[in-house]
């Protein structure tokens, strides 16, 4: 089974650095072609919150394909139906159409929905005492394509240009392209379909089908698991509500594509390089301190950005750095403490509504982000998405265990 799970790892990480670049490179673009359509700055939060409920929309339905058919047909619907989001997202830029441009990003978070089932995908065949790393590798997998995506505006845009559509549009050709060879990377390599190998396994323990109604009732009565996914969730709706405003934020002051995607870029790697460091803490130092470091880490992050002037970058690079790997802690440590703290029979629909509650909480906060940055300022929008994750700290010295 060592093997075999090394392979599978390989094979997820491999798929990441795919949807990494696809899927990154689109949301500073997303924002900014909303903002230039709608020509208004309290709207331009609507693609990412489009995304966010993409993802949402899709974590159930993935959740059941991988109980139906395994992770291979649950991470290539996801992947294909991002290579239709980037193309219909092309098409609405090009024509300025504000349905057909939400309507892409909608799809084009059903990728990132993927990446998300992925992590899960890295742990069916881990043992107790590496989940939290193995979950990392898959995550840290995204790092690479995740960095790279943003700073491909500018040549991707060059690429648009040259083929007489709108410059920002340029990141959603990359995403289609390499959200289609993510696909072709699981449907060849992921074999044996980690999922179905688990459960072929150990039979005793093979999952139950569940509803999510089922699995969010025993979450709501299992004090672990509902902090786990309340980690997870508090987590997503700090990191999406600052990080899609900044690009706006910088916007202010006509700072370059090329500075506001190194930005973006610094973000990213705070979220993804450092993955396998936070996932080897949380085995070592348990999950509920590893989320206490993410709340503390995202505290600061939005102390620090709250107070950059929008042509900062050195300072928002930081700000931004630290929210994304305050982000990783809470990630990481709350998906393994929820696969833990929930009873084998429900794992697999748990871990859909993890993802549902998860998207769901970042597209609320990326729609508030707008309005707030659009009514109040940058500053205030930091000082807003403090507030929950201050919360969930308070929370978490009230926890029993580590």
């Not at 991470?75 to 057909?100: D, K, M, P, Q, R």
């Not at 929905?113 to 107790?128: P, S």
Request: charged share 10%; hydrophobic share 55%; net charge positive.
């Amino acid at each position: 089974m060592i093997k075999e799970q090394a392979r599978t790892v390989k094979v997820l990480a491999s798929a990441q650095v795919l949807n990494g670049l696809g899927v990154a490179g689109t949301v500073a673009a997303g924002s900014l072609l909303v903002a230039s359509i709608t020509d208004s700055e309290t709207l331009a939060g609507l693609a990412q919150t489009s995304s966010v409920l993409g993802a949402a929309a899709l974590a159930l339905p993935l959740a059941r394909l991988t109980a139906k058919g395994g992770r291979r047909l649950a991470l290539s619907v996801g992947y294909i139906a991002g290579v239709l989001g980037s193309l219909f997202a092309i098409l609405g830029g090009t024509s300025e159409n504000l349905i057909l441009m939400l309507l892409g990003t909608f799809l084009v978070g059903s990728a990132a929905a993927a990446g998300y089932q992925a992590r899960f995908a890295a742990i069916d065949l881990a043992t107790d005492e590496t989940r939290a790393k193995q979950l990392s590798f898959v995550v840290w997998g995204v790092t690479i394509g995740a960095v790279a995506g943003p700073n491909l505006m500018e040549p991707s845009g060059n690429l648009a240009e040259g083929l007489g559509l709108p410059r920002l549009v340029g990141p959603y050709l990359i995403s289609a392209v390499t959200l289609f060879l993510a696909t072709l990377v699981i449907q060849i390599f992921l074999r044996p379909d980690p999922y179905q190998l688990a459960a072929k396994m150990n039979t005793s323990k093979a999952e139950v089908k569940r509803s999510t109604k089922l699995a969010l009732a025993h979450i709501k009565k299992n004090e672990r698991a509902l902090f786990a996914i309340l980690s997870i969730a508090i987590g997503h709706i700090a990191m999406v509500s600052v990080m899609v405003m900044t690009p706006v934020h910088m916007a202010h002051v006509d700072v370059t594509l090329t500075i506001i995607g190194i930005v973006i870029s610094i973000h990213v790697l705070g979220m993804y390089a450092f993955s396998p460091i936070v996932g080897s803490l949380s085995d070592r130092l348990g999950r509920v301190t590893s989320i206490k470091i993410g709340v503390i880490t995202l505290l600061l992050s939005t102390l620090i950005s709250g107070f950059a002037a929008a042509d900062d970058a050195i300072t928002l690079g930081v700000g931004l750095f630290l929210l994304g790997l305050g982000w990783s802690f809470t990630l990481i440590a709350g998906s393994a403490y929820l696969t833990e703290s929930v009873d084998p029979d429900i794992k697999t629909s748990a871990q859909g509504a993890s993802d549902l509650v998860m998207n769901l909480s970042g597209a609320g906060g990326g729609a508030l982000a707008g309005v707030i940055i659009g009514t109040l300022s940058y500053g205030w929008l930091c000082f807003f998405a403090a507030i929950p994750v201050l919360a969930l700290g308070l929370w978490s010295f009230k926890l029993k265990g580590k």
